[in-house]
């Protein structure tokens, strides 16, 4: 049994001992401030940066749309909804169920609405496809927290005569800190997905100035330019590789910050 | 609301007011009943929890609700707000009149019958703000805004849960850093602050210490003169402290209920008898 | 006067903002609807033109010819998911018992964030590390025992990676699962003297078998959908693998693989929408499966 645990944890060290081994030379201030010359495929010049500032652009525009949509369905379920209701049990099983949906058929689903709609691929259609994709998992994680708001704390508020809406205002305050775990895993979900982006980023060198041009993703970065036959470019990609995992460490630590509390559904 | 009806209301209240003085002492000759209950009958889930409890809370005095746990003590407290159709599976038949008003009839507001009623609930629950946020947050969700009004209440309704000094020189810092007795003189000032006619404590003292819920006992004494104020209460020497008028409820079903001196003294009931002696708790 | 009509403004707020949430969770509700019908519309033409069962056990996959046979892809996911849950049921399996019945609370301190670590690396990370390691580690060291040659891009490089990946998630629901046992059943069967391991054994392991076996389910489908590091470690020749040393080419990965070109070939689309839907069907199917039997245990002993 103790083998089998430190397995485990010797798998972890290898992915970053892998990782670091190769993606450390690669490494280089132009890496991370310029953006690619001469094409993403062939080009032996520059760096990463249309990748880091897509991946942020997708992730800002999905955490905040997902945002509207998850805060008001799980307060819904939470304030109006009693507490043994069917619909309320329904909606927290099929978004169970649509975290488990793999990304690649939200990329597919993302693609055919693209096509339906005569849009291109872009930046848009990316923030769109993932917020699909982390939706679920932003539910599934404030869901868990505001169930645990004491109720007396929303009868407390309740009692002096505010509406239910108006008591939004005290949940929130109340689970701050797990909204922002929630959001911290989301972003990590959001910015390491690959399979759904594939289809509806696109993928260009440059940087894009507006929704319905096409960008690149650091785990597209990875992915496209780990197959050229070039080292430098697959150089990149190591680069690449390097920064998302120290990205994805980053959030998991400061998830556990602020999660020591709350510390279910994280996966 | 046609005249007739709240007429024969009225009527229906005058009508308790007589049959009660007969009842039950001398009180609402002095007090006119605040609350009335009218055959209610409460189901959780498929439970009786309340059974035809009829009931008159008498204005401006305090009245203590005691029996043994689970006789039902809180629910009819939380029907008095309105709180209790949050929780799952509840059904409630019968009537509750807050100044001859019934409070589960049409067209009502709930958030109107929460205003008149402060909750003092068993363990304090200050909300997640600041002091002065806290006792502010009432008024400001009934619309007041400015700056001045908001600081004037503030002190006033700290002042009468005797906390103002305590705290005067930190209004900025979370209400969770004050200790528990603070704390729920902190919810009686956020309850005071929206100016109720009722308070009403579950077990409001139970999860203090001696001296924070001696402070609490001599507020609601002091406090009697303003507001009707109804506790429920898990000691008995608590209720011989400061009741005025007393209900006795036994497994859903309200046994006796009185006057104080009359209601300790020389109580009707065998089972209130037993209860007050000690057979069982 | 002024406070009825703020009284009206509340109320209309209230109002406004309830039906505005009850809206959006119904549309929510929906997606899932909505995503099957648009894919299940999608793959339409090619399920008029030939039957689903010819699609799935068609060996030829010729889509210049018109032949869409399923059954190499279908088979390169079964056999990298078989892989993967061989080689990650037992490690989940003893270090779950561990973690929740013998470890010291400093270990279990230590090693959850690393689960969790685990969890959160990108699969195209994973996708790297199988390119840097387990594809050299199998063409160098291990294929020369068994077979001629290997490239190294196999279905045992596919199911190993996969392995890694879906570990943190199955060991999580394990340990949660273990979690929620009553405590008074180990101690019932402790007092009775029972050792700790046979406590385990016949009381611990026996007891949570259906969650586990939901566990199990919903790596399972995490598995069949994984798509960027499979691809990139599997080999993606359209055969039916022979061996765990041969390549195979999974569902999802031939998706992933042919957008770019599937636009010019008659029929491509739809065919790669079919196996969206597929996957969808089966996942969702998979995944409410277990869910439910997961949110059964959570009440029955959630008391």
Partial sequence: MIAATLAIVVSLFLIFVAVVRRGLPAMSWDMVSKIPGGGFYIGKEGGLLNAIVGSLYIVIGSITLGLCFSLPIVLYINLYLPEKSRLAQFTRLSFDVLFGIPSIVYGAFGFTIMVYLGLRSSLLAGILTVTMLIIPILIRSIDEVVRRVPKEMKDAALSLGATRSEIIKVILRQVAPGIITAVLLAVGRGIGDAASVLFTAGYTDGIPTSLSQPLATLPLAIFFQLSSPIAEVQDRAYAAALILTFIVLILSLAGRYYSRKYSKNKI | ?281 | ?303
């Fill in chain 3, 1 to 303: 006067m002024d406070r009825i009509k703020y009284n009206k403004y509340r109320q209309f707020k209230e109002f406004a903002i309830r039906n505005m949430m009850l809206v959006l969770t119904i549309i929510s509700l929906t997606f899932a609807v909505i995503i099957g019908i648009s894919l299940y519309y999608k793959s339409v033409p090619i399920l008029d033109q030939q039957s689903l069962w010819s699609l799935l056990s068609g060996r030829s996959w010729k889509p210049l010819k018109g032949e869409f046979g399923f059954f190499p892809f279908i088979m390169g996911t079964l056999w990298v998911t078989l892989i993967a849950i061989i080689i990650s049921l037992p490690l989940c399996l003893l270090s779950g018992i561990y973690l929740s019945e013998f470890a010291h609370p400093y270990i279990k301190k230590m090693v959850y964030p690393m689960i969790d670590v685990l969890a959160g690396i990108p699969p195209v990370v994973y996708g790297v590390w199988g390119i840097l390691a387990v594809v050299p580690f199998i063409s160098d060291k291990l294929a020369p025992h068994f077979v001629e040659y290997s490239t190294g891009y196999s279905v045992l490089a596919g199911g190993i990676v996969l392995a890694i990946m879906i570990i943190p998630l199955m060991i999580s629901v394990f340990i949660e699962i273990f979690g929620a046992l009553p405590g008074g059943l180990r101690e019932a069967s402790l007092s009775l003297g029972a050792t700790q391991w046979q406590t385990v054994k016949k009381v611990v392991v026996r007891k949570s078998f259906s969650g586990l076996a939901a566990a199990v389910v919903l790596a399972i489908s995490r598995a069949f959908g994984e798509t960027i590091a499979v691809l990139m470690v599997c080999g993606n020749v359209a055969e039916v693998p022979k061996s765990v040393f041969d390549p195979a080419y999974p569902l999802p990965a031939l998706i992933a693989n042919n957008y770019g070109e599937m636009m010019s070939v008659p029929m491509y689309d739809a065919a790669l929408m079919l196996s969206a839907l597929l996957l969808f069907v089966i996942i969702l199917a998979f995944n409410a499966i277990s869910r439910l039997v997961l949110i059964r245990i959570e009440r029955n002993f959630a008391l």
């Fill in chain 2, 1 to 281: 609301m046609t005249s007739s009806l709240q007429s024969e209301k009225m009527q229906a209240n005058e009508d308790s007011v007589i049959l009660n003085e007969l009842d039950a002492g001398s009180i609402f000759s002095k007090h006119k009943p605040h609350i009335s209950v009218r055959n209610l009958n409460v189901y959780l889930t498929k439970n009786h929890i309340l059974k035809n409890v009829n009931l008159d809370i008498p204005d401006k005095a305090i009245t203590c609700i005691i029996g043994p746990s689970g006789c039902g003590k809180t629910t009819l407290l939380k029907t008095f707000n309105r709180l209790l159709q949050n929780s799952m599976d509840v059904r409630i038949d019968g009537d509750v009149l807050v100044d001859g008003e019934n409070i589960h009839g049409k067209g009502v507001e709930v958030e109107n019958i929460r205003k008149k009623m402060g909750l003092l609930s068993q363990r304090p629950c200050p909300l997640p703000m600041s002091i002065f946020d806290n006792v502010a947050y009432g008024p400001r969700i009934h619309g007041i805004r400015r700056k001045k009004t908001l600081k004037i209440m503030v002190e006033k309704y700290l002042g009468e849960a005797g906390l103002w000094d305590e705290v005067k020189d930190r209004l900025k810092s979370p209400a969770t850093s004050l200790s528990i007795g603070q704390q729920q003189r902190l919810c009686l000032a956020r309850g005071l602050a929206v100016k109720p006619e009722i308070i009403l404590g579950d077990e409001a003292t139970s999860a203090l210490d001696p001296i924070s819920s001696k402070k609490i006992e001599e507020l609601f004494l002091k406090l009697k003169d303003q507001y009707s104020i109804v506790l429920v209460t898990h000691t008995l020497r608590q209720a011989k402290r400061i009741a005025d008028y007393v209900v006795f409820m036994y497994l859903g079903e309200v046994i006796e209920a009185g006057h104080a001196s009359e209601f300790f003294n020389h109580p009707k009931e065998k089972l209130t008898k037993e209860y007050l002696d000690g057979y069982f708790s």
